[in-house]
């Protein structure tokens, strides 16, 4: 939908640099990814997506493999977690705007839906969800065209960032998205997304033993051993919060899998190898 439907958009501060400024330049390149991608074999219902947000020339065809699962589903609604690469007194936020700009078009953010969690977080004595508005997240943006590419019939936003990498925020929050979600009914599909890269400016060995370890216990969905890597520094995400408050979603909506769908490092754009940021991507589902 294009971006004069609503009053208040938010404007992308990353087109044109993180990724393609151009719309049909954007499309091509969000389709060329799709099409070089191997979608992983799954059986049963996506509830999640995990996915890398770096700019795309690093991490775009990792997530690719991820999204690509998602080509012939539909949901309503999306609920996007990411980390807060700025600094806030606030350990959770949301978009303050009425939509996100991307050059594809608009996409509305569901105030409903945020107001909905707000009260379960209330309830629970759990934070609030604060609004900001003009933030410059780059890292719950970059996923937005390649939502709008393989999910064409549109879906709504809830933007949420995690400010605050805490076991408090990271149970209040998930307890508060499996209330919200179980109860809602079958027209009402919503999709759950965490945007994390791995491990940040190790050597390319270093950064896939750490990253291994994160993948394997993503892929045994073992919530505690995450804890334990991150905390131990023997394993990294800068997402990990988003990842664990999400997997911790779906483990209550009734999760029995994970796949990996892509694991790569920058090294494989830039050939350094004394340097390199992790890249991964997965998708959670549930028997059908």
């Given at each position: 939908m ?12 990353i087109a ?9 330049e ?5 389709e ?12 049963g ?6 996915v890398p ?7 775009g065809?990792?997530?690719a493999?991820a999204f690509k ?10 609920i996007l977690?990411?980390?807060s690469?700025q ?5 959770l ?10 050059p594809?078009?608009?996409i ?11 009260r379960?977080l ?8 604060t609004?900001?508005?003009r ?6 943006e970059?996923e937005l065209p ?5 999910l ?5 936003l809830v933007?949420?960032?995690?400010v ?10 998930s307890?508060?998205?499996?209330r ?5 009914p079958?027209e ?11 491990s940040?400016f190790?050597?390319e060995?270093?950064a896939r033993?750490?990253d291994t370890?994160?993948l394997?216990?993503l892929?045994?969905m073992?919530?505690d051993?995450?804890?334990?890597l991150?905390?131990?520094g ?16 779906c483990?209550?909506l ?8 892509d ?13 390199v ?9 549930k028997?059908?």
């Amino acid at each position: 939908m294009g971006t004069s439907a609503y009053s208040d958009v938010r404007p992308s501060p990353i087109a044109g640099s993180w990724y393609p400024g151009n719309a049909a330049e954007l499309r091509a390149v969000v389709e060329s990814f799709l099409e070089r991608a191997a979608a992983p074999a799954l059986s049963g219902e996506i509830l999640a997506l995990v996915v890398p947000h770096a700019g795309y020339i690093y991490s775009g065809f990792t997530a690719a493999h991820a999204f690509k699962a998602l080509i012939g589903s539909r949901f309503s609604r999306v609920i996007l977690l990411s980390p807060s690469h700025q600094y806030y007194r606030e350990p959770l936020l949301t978009s303050g705007h009425e939509a996100y700009a991307t050059p594809l078009g608009a996409i509305p953010v569901d105030r409903e839906a945020l107001n909905a969690l707000g009260r379960l977080l209330q309830a629970a004595s759990g934070p609030d969800i604060t609004p900001i508005r003009r933030d410059r997240e780059h890292s719950l943006e970059i996923e937005l065209p390649f939502l709008q590419t393989v999910l064409p019939e549109g879906f709504s936003l809830v933007p949420l960032m995690l400010v605050s990498q805490s076991v408090e925020l990271i149970h209040a929050l998930s307890d508060a998205l499996a209330r919200y979600m179980l109860p809602l009914p079958p027209e009402e599909k919503t999709l759950l997304v965490a945007s994390s890269d791995l491990s940040h400016f190790y050597t390319e060995k270093q950064a896939r033993q750490l990253d291994t370890r994160v993948l394997n216990a993503l892929e045994e969905m073992d919530i505690d051993k995450l804890y334990v890597l991150n905390a131990s520094g023997k394993g990294q995400a800068c997402g990990m919060a988003p990842i664990l408050t999400v997997l911790r979603t779906c483990r209550v909506l009734g999760a029995d899998k994970l796949v990996i769908a892509d694991y790569r490092t920058s090294a494989d754009v830039t050939r350094d190898l004394d340097s390199v940021v992790g890249y991964g991507s997965a998708v959670i589902t549930k028997a059908a």
